[in-house]
């Protein structure tokens, strides 16, 4: 199976460097000698296709390297896949509507904003220590943000870092917490249970 990355960290003196899969993943190690086709060298940020493959020791090196050309890196940005952010526009929009028509309680509004900036930082920083060899942050912290409401961040994020867009299980996962929390979301407006909350909560900050 190919992946497709962008290279980091070139050492153009040493003829090598790492890779970091578009949509999160593995980062692996390239060396000049792994293309498959005479080409101009490669420098950080150059988009790649590659073969993972792991070494003796289970580390992952990219096998079979092609640089990829200007016309198949714009054939690679249509295949978007779901719309994401489109997604997360119109559930917020929809959020803020319910709000101003007095649906929708503040608290609501409040957390699932608050949410979704918070899960958009955190995909940025493990994307950041994805491609620099960090500290990760575990794919189950990532879907426990989202379920508490910061899936529609998550969506932004994964579009604007490429990161954990293309990870099947992944995506899975994600889609299965961000419409356990949808449901969640429908049974506290329909009982009446949110508006509950947001009294009682009002009440709190009012003393009583």
């Not at 200007?70 to 319910?98: H, N």
């Amino acid at each position: 199976m190919r992946y497709v990355g962008r290279i980091t960290d070139w050492n153009d003196d040493k003829g090598f460097g790492f890779v970091t899969p578009n949509g999160g993943g593995d980062r692996a190690f390239v060396h000049i000698k792994a293309f498959e086709r005479p080409s101009p060298r490669p420098v950080s940020g150059q988009l790649i296709s590659y073969e993972p493959r792991k070494d003796g020791r289970g580390r992952f090196n990219a096998a079979a390297i092609r640089l990829v050309t200007p016309q198949q890196e714009k054939r690679i940005s249509r295949r978007s896949g779901w719309p994401r952010k489109a997604i997360a526009t119109l559930f917020l929009v929809a959020l803020v509507i319910g709000w101003f028509l007095s649906r929708i309680p503040t608290i609501i509004l409040l957390i699932y904003g608050a949410m979704s900036v918070l899960t958009f930082a955190m995909y940025g920083i493990d994307k950041s220590a994805a491609v620099n060899n960090r500290w990760r942050t575990q794919e189950s912290t990532l879907h426990f943000a989202g379920l508490l409401g910061g899936w529609p961040g998550a969506l932004f994020a994964q579009d604007v870092f490429h990161h954990k867009s293309r990870k099947a299980e992944f995506q899975f996962v994600f889609w299965v917490t961000a419409t356990l929390n949808c449901v969640a979301l429908a049974w506290l407006l329909a009982d009446g249970k949110a508006t509950a909350i947001n009294h009682a909560m009002f009440e709190t900050m009012m003393g009583g």
